[in-house]
């Protein structure tokens, strides 16, 4: 019933949304990322047995930003555990803006969820890794097994360039290594961040992670357990309560399906018993979504009734 989004239906769809691309405004605050262009629009879907469709300029490769976020974070629960992680990381919402240091001073120094920009940050310090690129090669290795692709890597001027206007993410951790939440250097911490951040994919790629993470963590052809079950549900949990920062709860009512969006205007789904969805559209809300993937998401949920609630 919800296979039936064949190639055609989602060229048609994909033009119907086409005109948003223009309501909001490519991501600046990165200065390589403003070079995006809105109208590259792109979508794929990857079902779960293997059968994958797609639409638009699907040679468009973007940097995965704040999609890494749930990556790293199964990579970080399977290399330290679920103690170790969210002793360091709440499981909360926080309504707060994606790099928000309110809370910080709250809670104090404890990120409220791995979705935000503090959280993040410190799930990267927990990845395994004596420095910033073994830390970065981990995370590529099992970028490669989750996609089954061993050519993606990393953008390094969109990272070099975030890096060196970062002062944000920097303030954010030192708040968290004052409170012995990140360990060892705030540089290091940051070049790896960045370098996550800077991992380039194009929608079909994108569309198989979030096949398998609605395959319970299972590789789609030989079934072997890349991510363990329980934690790629705890993933896919996060992505439904902060998946799309502060716009998460209109998500979950319009839309209903896991997802983690980037500033790059990707944004990843991941639907049980269905498979993956990615899209690509440059363009960003005030929130930082993509305007064109909530709206195409949104269409697509509500023609095929695809919402988990
Ligand atoms: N929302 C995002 O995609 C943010 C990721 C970006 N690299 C940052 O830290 O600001």
Redesign the pocket.
């Given at each position: 019933m919800k296979k039936d989004i064949t190639q055609d239906i989602l060229e048609e769809w994909l033009e119907n949304v086409r005109p948003y691309a223009f309501d909001g405004q490519v991501a600046n605050y990165?200065p390589a990322l403003s070079r995006q262009n809105p109208e590259e629009l792109a979508v794929a879907i990857q079902y779960l047995n293997g059968e994958s469709v797609e639409a638009g300029y699907t040679d468009a490769t973007f940097t995965l930003?704040?999609i890494s976020k749930v990556i790293a974070l199964a990579l970080a629960l399977m290399d330290n555990g679920e103690d170790y992680v969210f002793d360091r990381v709440g499981m909360e919402p926080t309504g707060d803006p994606?790099?928000s240091i309110y809370r910080l001073e709250k809670t104090p120094g404890k990120p409220l969820n791995p979705m935000i920009?503090a959280g993040a940050l410190a799930v990267t310090n927990m990845i395994h890794g004596d420095t910033p690129d073994e830390k970065v090669g981990r995370l590529l290795s099992f970028i490669h097994d989750l996609t089954d692709d061993h050519t993606i890597g990393y953008n390094p001027e969109v990272a070099s360039n975030?890096f060196e206007t970062?002062f944000l993410?920097r303030s954010l951790l030192f708040y968290m290594k004052q409170h012995r939440i990140v360990k060892g250097s705030v540089e290091e911490t940051l070049d790896a961040y960045?370098k996550q951040?800077a991992i380039e994919v194009n929608v079909c790629q994108l569309a198989r992670i979030g096949a398998l993470f609605a395959n319970g963590g299972r590789d789609l052809e030989s079934g072997r357990s890349i991510i363990p079950k329980h934690l790629a549900r705890i993933c896919k949990t996060f992505m439904v309560t902060c998946g799309m920062?502060d716009a998460s709860g209109s998500f979950a009512i319009k839309v209903g399906i896991p997802a983690k969006s980037?500033?790059s205007g990707s944004v990843l789904a991941s639907l049980n018993h269905f498979g993956g969805i990615a899209v690509y559209g440059p363009s960003l809300d005030e929130k930082?979504n993509s305007v064109v993937g909530l709206k195409l998401l949104e269409l697509l949920s509500n023609r095929y009734d695809l919402s988990i609630f």
């Open positions: 990165i930003q704040s994606f790099h920009n975030e970062s993410n960045t951040c920062y980037g500033v930082g």
